[in-house]
């Protein structure tokens, strides 16, 4: 039994860093790296690059809308032809890091406002895809399951690998509970931990409401850019070990 | 006897296109494509690609400082590390545009200020070079003869390629009068095709103060973003072709 | 009987001018001058500011979503809070301007994608009319007749300043027929100066299906980023001076 | 006896907050803050600006040259008449939220690489001047004491004040040790701490090289952006106190 740990990374800018880079790159076995569109230069991005590579930690494209300013949070209406654009554009800055670090760009998993669009936007899905086919590799997406871009990837042939959240909640219907309802996230540390487990364990996890949802993910989110997050994400980390879960990446 | 005919192409943003490249793209061999960080968004950017390479135009990475704002105009003192990789991202971006249009990304040439500062600067001139080294690719490096560049190309067995000015006053040592100078842009068409044909066939020109220079450059370059310069690269290429000159691409 | 002509300025970015803005400012009354977020730079915004102040040309922030790469043309979600501080930081910046040239800003005009979207989203017309109070000054909104924008502005007890376009085609119930339509833009130049003299002489247009439409606009928008756009707008100015309208600003 | 004590606030970007500016503002009597061309969208420009407003710091502009990637970090040959029009542009969009937090912008401190190149191009440091002059306003300008924008400062009849860095080596001519020469930041608390007291109530502190240095300082500089920054700051001000020192804004 085994499961992948994931985390965004290098979404520092300018000199400043956002994440602890080192200390989750000890940890997760899969790196999702900004691109520069909502954050990254391309300094940060060869920095993290060669470090994920030196440890074995597979390097994925963290696409986004381009908005810096806003860190990609805010929902745009791109046009799909161009959005295919910016996403090829972006895989293809960071192909340039991971193959001089060594090794190979090994997936695509969108950034915020466009991950949970696509989510449900067949239009932007379809967009993303195409723009991963442009790049001319066949790049697993890592995303929600059931997701519409899941759907469009499988359609193009692309593989599908799924993720979980140990610290968000769930609907009974297996999506998450919106960050803008209350009770979305879960912050008490004993508590993700003890989902991380059941997620991985078990295939399951208990909804909001109660009742035990089936969660059957071949990746674990890990969250880095809150007080305490490397922290967590060690304790998650030796939780699932000590469970007998083998941290490997999903490729 | 040959020449490559040069020019800056997809300086466009978000739909706003600022030269006239379908135009240009029938009459040059090499095609500076604008990377996104002076000007050039993706779509413009794999657009540009398609064009050139139904036509047979190499595609060159015209890379710049990041200086959207300012057109890439403004000399940075980026330290190396950073410019190296910026210079790499840039072409990253771009190869993927390159090679879905059935190509290869062929030459770097740098644009505006880096342009001119890499003329004398060696640590920013040894910064290009190390970003196009770390993209894998033994690209050419367009650019002025004798420049720093160059020389830092030819140090790291990159190919360089010579260009020359049909519209620019040289001095007599061979260097461009600076553009703050009167008399730096030469706007009389009949002069700018008459110094095409001399530059390319008999290898020299006349400079400012009269005396003949020797100018022997592997490439011309024409500028594409000033009123008439469609009309006037059509008329410089005609001459050219009538003088018994081949217009051909230098790689 | 009088109408105020209104066209898009100082679009350009870093040197490179979009809209001939001399030429312009001999036509219009009114300069829609953009802020910096889908094109404009502080230089370009002092220099238009300075040539419209002198020639008693009022002065319009022409606002956007933060989008250069895109030039403001794709809609963004962006919340209300964060969108209502955007604009008051362009008008900000752009009043700074309008008062070195010794004029004060005389309106808000936002552009784009923003423009279209607060023609219905009625949480984002407010939060554009609160960016508008954040400033501290009764600013008049121009826009179109009926939109959610004016009636938050209205609300608000901010003027609202309706306009109508000569280039554009109408639909029987006064609103346009989307870009994305057939026959959406009229290019026939004898067309659309018919137009505007028939929109100001007697408050009607065709629309595309042969109806009269009531469109009653103090303002007529000139476009300035086509090709004859210059030309164009002088013969409609011509044609609207010979019915006997003054061409006058609506402040 | 007394001091103003000077931070940089509201340098993050899209909800990402680098710096604790709830924390930092209850010790602090002045507030350098971001103006979005190196970091601080309008959202946190707002929100910093109430938030020390209310608790009565004063707001100063932190200008910077237009760097978002680099963080303002890299010295840019922006010509001066476009790195005036860029700080007036800044201020006029800080102000907004000043006044509509019911205060008036209070003055001006250039950011990163734009500070240290105005301590000795005298060129740019006019420009800085032109920019604050352009506004209207006669902000007074903070910086280092004897540098080049202080002089044009002066020769334009602006206020200058005076600053001091109690974590900064100083050479015995009261120039600061470059942060590229080992032992230029003091990274020692303790040492902060007994410089700062020093600094103010004796108008002096050690020279790197053992001699007193006469540093006479209307304003403290403290830095927000590093680990423990604000629990030093915090010190340093309870120390100041305790020293019989009076903790005042300087305007």
Known sequence: QGVDLNA??????????????????????SANIACGFHA????????????????????????????????????????PRELADEVAYQIGALRVFAQAAGTELAYVKPHGALYNRIVWDESQADAVVDGILLTG????????????????????????????????????????VPRTEPGAVISDPEQVIKRSVMMVTEGSVFAATGQRVPVAAESLCLHGDTPGAVELAARVREALIGAGVDIRPFV
């Open 8 to 29: 965004d990374l290098g979404e520092g800018l300018g000199g400043r860093q956002l994440t602890d880079d080192e200390a989750l790159l000890t940890m997760v076995t």
């Open 137 to 176: 590799a066949d790049l697993p997406v890592l995303g929600l399951p059931g997701s519409a871009v899941h759907r469009a990837a499988a359609a193009a042939r692309l593989p599908i690998v799924t993720e979980a959240f140990a610290d968000r909640a769930y609907r009974p219907d297996g999506t998450l």
């Open 40 to 79: 990254g230069d391309p300094s940060t991005m060869r920095r993290v690059c060669a470090l994920a590579a030196a440890r074995g930690v597979r390097i994925g494209a963290q696409v986004s809308y381009h908005d810096l300013v806003g860190f990609g949070r805010r929902p745009m209406e791109v046009p």
